[in-house]
């Protein structure tokens, strides 16, 4: 299927997904840049959708059938940066999130690239991508953040309105 060009918010998003992804953000309150930056990498040059400078991430949003190529060249850029390559729509259980980071970050190495999903922090309410072990990257504005993330995941209120107002975005 090809990608429909949509304008959202200034930005001129070259997919429709991309422009619902900015939705959710921007309903979380998560600052993002769009297409700021690119990188020449060993695979070819890669210019990621999303800069979430309170994460201080990269994200690159995706259909939800992944490619090797996607994902080869999501793993390069995370020798020095962070990035989460999102798959699929915004919607509980039709996405899923590969954490991708650089060797040292405060996450262990042995869940490098595993699944994470969205969160909210307990007590600045910011948007949080938390893995299996509750570890988990605060997009926080504040650096000192040391807040915990709310769990069930799917019972936060904030986190299904910025999914509903997503998914129901008319353009």
Known sequence: ????E???KGYRFRSRL???WAVFFDELRVPYSYETEGWQLSSGYYLPDFYLKDGN?????????LTTEDAEKCRQLAESKSVLLISGDPWPNEYSITYFYPPGERITGEDRGTCFVFAMSRRCDSL???NQHGEAHIF???TKCT???RYPVEDDTRLKKA???ARGARF
Request: net charge positive; with cysteine.
């Open 1 to 4: 299927m090809k990608a429909i």
């Open 57 to 65: 991430l990269w994200v690159e949003i995706k259909p939800a059938k």
């Open 128 to 130: 949080a991508v938390v």
């Open 140 to 142: 926080c504005s504040d």
């Open 163 to 165: 999914f509903e107002k």
């Open 6 to 8: 949509t304008r959202y």
């Open 18 to 20: 991309e422009a619902r």
């Open 147 to 149: 807040c915990g993330v």
